[in-house]
């Protein structure tokens, strides 16, 4: 008799290192993902029983594999059995194929499980819901909970997104080579969409958190999967870089601390390692042509490793956003870049570079917060004013709050 | 998988997108070489069009077409293809891809629980 907690303990680390590629491989052999994910969580819960009862065995991924496959064959039996009434037998795939005890899991697998998740074909939401609950193993109540909508609707939209990969014919299988680069960017845009979901609201216990967490375990698994794509490596970097500030960027009242005044000691320094060494692995695979993840990256790492706000290196920063802005170009790099300028040659520059780009959401903010750098603020606190009236999120409307208080007294 | 292939017009598209589109008969090679290719059909202009419907027992034909839109479906194809990805590679090279747009939607087929 082994100790039951010895057990969970042990059928949870297994499935944290095993999960994806269980559900990959029984989304392989049943063709349906609902059913894959029920067939490995029903193998699990079955773990605890035998495993307490009989030992953990050799290879746990092994029988967790096997058992997870058995319940899919007696549900698909079930299912014949039904379906025979209605359609004639041989239309209906024998399970006994499916039950080829040679046939181990394919390490491709898990990849094909995310181009199929992530597919163009269905709406952003939809992909990133079906990721984190296939491949990241999340339920359907912690993605609704992440995505401040009723557990119902989660639902409704993770089967809508089943429904339409069933309909539409998306395969289980990996792109055709020359689209590879276009598909993987969509489940780089997917893992990079959930970290900002989380990242971008992180309010300290919020369920929104894991949403960091979950995201660098799909770049972890990205990284395994495709070892040899440096944007890949580039975008683990960048979340990597990003999150090591993740705690730092909320004071205790949940006011939003800006980086300059960020205390650096409180960043995570085991994050920025890992992301440097991402970074290294990004550089040395791209070479001269870098992707954009791995120039937000290299832009990441600046501030990662700047003794001080004030020694920040703002000459490069200003230099990747203007590669960043060739390889990427958008209003919010543009933006990026006009702040970094303000900060390399002194307010009056950003302000006149500000005037030239469209308006973007945070764009009277920094246009504000330069007037005030430059001593002028009196039109500082009209543009402020302005810019809280366009403010959408709690953060940007906390900040802009402090800087009227602040220009006020 | 069969799909049916929309073709609609997009008079947004820029001249360098249509001067890329490749030649209809090249194509109708690829389809031709490919196979499963089932029907392809290019529709009258849409003032042809004719809507008919029956209500409360009584026909009703009205003239132009049921969707109130700015583009019209001006071509429709059938085919057999392997999955979506299959139909998009197939769809991506109909000129039509880069004169218009293309709406896929797969066909129902009837049949038994894998299909």
Known sequence: MVDPTDIAAEVTATLRSERVRLVAHLVRVTGELELAEDCVQDAAAAALVSWERDGVPHNPAAWLTTTARNRAIDHHRRRVAEARRLVRADDVRRPDEWADPERGTDPVDPLRLLYMCCHPALPMAGRVALTLKTVAGLSTLEIARAFLVSEDTMRRRLSRSRDKIRDAGISFRLPEPHRLRQRTADVMAVVYLTFNEGYSRTVRGHVRDDLVADALMLADLLVELLPDDAEVHGLRALLCLQASRQWSRVGPDGVPITMEEQDRTTWDGELIRQGLDSLALAQRLSGASPGPYRLQAEIAACHATAPSAGATDWIRIVDLYELLARVQPSPIIDLNRAIAIGFRDGPDAAIAQLATIQDVPGRATAHADFLRRAGRPDEALAMFRAALADASTDAEIQTIRRRIAGLLT | ?115
């Open chain 2, 1 to 115: 998988m069969r799909y049916l292939m929309f073709v609609v017009e997009d008079p947004a598209r820029t001249d360098e997108d249509r001067s890329a589109a490749p030649e209809v008969e090249e194509f109708f090679d690829y389809v031709r070489a490919k196979g499963g290719w089932e029907l392809a059909a290019r529709l009258q202009p849409v003032e042809s069009a004719t809507t008919v419907r029956v209500q409360a027992g009584e026909l009703l034909v009205t003239d132009g077409p049921f969707t109130e839109s700015k583009e019209w479906i001006h071509g429709v194809a059938i085919f057999e293809a392997f999955d979506l990805d299959d139909a998009i590679e197939i769809a991506s090279r109909n000129p039509h891809a880069y004169l218009g747009r293309i709406e896929l939607r797969p066909i129902h087929s009837m049949g038994g629980l894998d299909d």
